[in-house]
C-alpha cells in the first residue's frame, strides 16, 4: 500500500501561469494533499500529539497494519482520554496480536476475493459490481474488514481498467458501479474523471455510488472541483459515507456533506458496531442524529466482519439486535439503519431481524 507522501510527492500539479480562480482551485487541492502526505504515522507521536504517552505499553508501536490519522481526524480526540472513542478506532492495541483474541479471525471473511471477475473488479450481487482503484486510505481503522485484501495484485490499475470495463460493458445487467478501496476519493480529480468518464461511456450504468470515509477523516478533499467533477457525471451519484460515532462529524464534516447534498449527491452512512466505541443506544441515537444534520441517512449498521487483528471489537449479535429495538423504540425509522452482516458468498447483505 503506498503511503501519502508516495501518493503525492510525484503528482502534485505543476506550478503554470493561472488566474485567480485557478490559485484559489489549484490552493485547495494542494491543501488536503499535503495534509494527507503530513499525516500522523507514528503510534507514539499519535501518544505524544494526545499526551497519552504513559499508554504506549498497551500498544502496538510497529503494527504491519500501520498508523495512520489526519490532522482533521486528530483534532476531534479529546486529549488526555485513553478511551475517546475516536482515537479506539485508529490506536494500534497490543489486542491486535494477542493470539487467544484473534483465533477466530479470518483474512477475507466477506469472500471478495472469490467475487473478484477481473483485476480489482468484484461482482457479488445482481445488478452492482464493485471496483476497487486503490488500496490507499487517508486513515487507517484498526477494524477495517479489508485491513488484509491483497490489493498490489488485485486492484484495478491503468493497465487493466480495460478488462474491468469489458466486463461491465458485456453484463448489461449491471447498472450500478460502485468504486470502492482503499478509499476512492485518495485518487486526485484527474485520476478519478478518467475512471467516471470511462463509467460513463457505458449506456447501461446508471448509478456511480462512491464508499468513502473521506468526508468524515479529511473534509478538505471536498474541493470545488471535486463537486464539479461529481455533478457534470451523467450518472446519478450515491455517496456512502462512513462514520460510527457523532463526534467525528464536528462543524468541517457538517459543511462539506452539505455542499455535497446541495450538489444534489445522495448521501447515505454506514457503520460498523464496535465494543467500547459505539455500542450502546445513546451513541448510535446521536449518531443518527447527527447524520441527519449533515443531510446523510443511517443506511447500513454492520456487524464487525471476523478479521483476524479487529476480533477485540467484536459484539455479540443478541446485544446487537437489543439495541436496535431500543434505538427504533426512540428514532423515527428513516434514522434507524439496518442491522446487517454480510455472509461470504451470499446474494446479498444478509439483515438480522429484532428478536
Ligand atoms: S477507510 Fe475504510 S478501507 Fe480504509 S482503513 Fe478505514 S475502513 Fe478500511
Not at 503511503?3 to 503554470?16: D, G, Q, R, Y
Not at 491543501?31 to 504515522?41: D, F, I, R, Y
Not at 449491471?174 to 468518464?197: H, M, V, Y
Request: hydrophobic share 35%.
Amino acid at each position: 500500500m503506498p503511503s501519502p507522501a508516495e501518493l503525492f510527492s510525484k503528482s502534485l500539479p505543476p506550478v503554470t501561469t493561472h488566474s485567480v480562480t485557478d490559485d484559489h482551485r489549484d490552493k485547495a487541492e494542494s491543501l488536503w494533499k499535503s495534509e494527507l502526505a503530513n499525516a500522523t504515522t507514528s503510534v507514539s507521536g499519535l501518544l505524544g500529539k494526545l499526551k497519552l504517552e504513559q499508554y504506549i505499553k498497551h500498544t502496538d508501536s510497529q503494527p504491519d497494519f500501520r498508523c495512520l490519522v489526519t490532522e482533521s481526524y486528530l483534532d476531534k480526540i479529546e486529549v488526555g482520554n485513553i478511551g475517546d472513542p475516536l482515537l479506539l478506532q485508529v490506536l494500534p492495541s497490543t489486542l491486535e496480536n494477542d493470539f487467544a483474541t484473534q483465533e477466530n479471525g479470518t483474512t477475507d471473511p466477506v469472500g471478495d476475493l472469490d467475487a473478484q471477475v477481473t483485476q480489482g473488479l468484484l461482482h457479488k450481487y445482481h445488478g452492482r459490481a464493485l471496483l476497487i482503484n486503490t488500496g490507499a486510505c487517508a486513515i487507517h481503522c484498526r477494524y477495517c474488514f479489508r485491513r488484509a485484501y491483497p490489493y498490489q495484485k488485485s486492484s484495478c490499475t491503468s493497465r487493466t481498467l480495460n478488462d474491468a470495463l469489458t466486463y461491465l460493458n458485456d453484463h448489461t445487467e449491471i447498472e450500478e458501479i460502485i468504486l470502492s478501496g482503499g478509499d476512492p476519493l485518495i485518487l486526485d480529480n484527474d485520476k478519478l474523471s478518467a475512471i467516471i468518464n470511462k463509467l460513463e461511456d457505458i449506456q447501461h450504468i446508471q448509478t456511480l455510488r462512491i464508499h468513502t470515509r473521506i468526508p468524515v477523516v479529511l473534509p478538505n478533499r471536498i474541493t470545488t472541483g471535486l463537486l464539479q467533477l461529481l455533478q457534470a457525471s451523467r450518472l446519478q451519484v450515491v455517496m456512502v459515507i462512513h462514520a460510527n460515532h457523532a463526534n467525528e462529524l464536528q462543524s468541517n464534516e457538517s459543511a462539506k456533506l452539505r455542499l455535497l447534498h446541495q450538489a444534489g449527491i445522495i448521501l447515505l452512512n454506514q457503520s460498523v458496531l464496535l465494543k467500547n466505541v459505539n455500542d450502546n443506544t445513546d451513541a448510535l441515537i446521536a449518531l443518527s442524529k447527527r447524520l441527519f444534520e449533515c443531510k446523510t441517512l443511517p443506511y447500513y449498521l454492520h456487524l464487525l466482519d471476523p478479521v483476524k487483528g479487529t476480533m477485540h471489537f467484536k459484539t455479540n449479535k443478541i446485544s446487537a439486535q437489543a439495541l436496535i429495538q431500543k434505538i427504533t423504540a426512540q428514532l423515527p425509522g428513516y434514522l434507524v439503519p439496518k442491522l446487517v452482516q454480510e455472509i461470504a458468498g451470499s446474494q446479498s447483505k444478509t439483515a438480522i431481524f429484532h428478536i
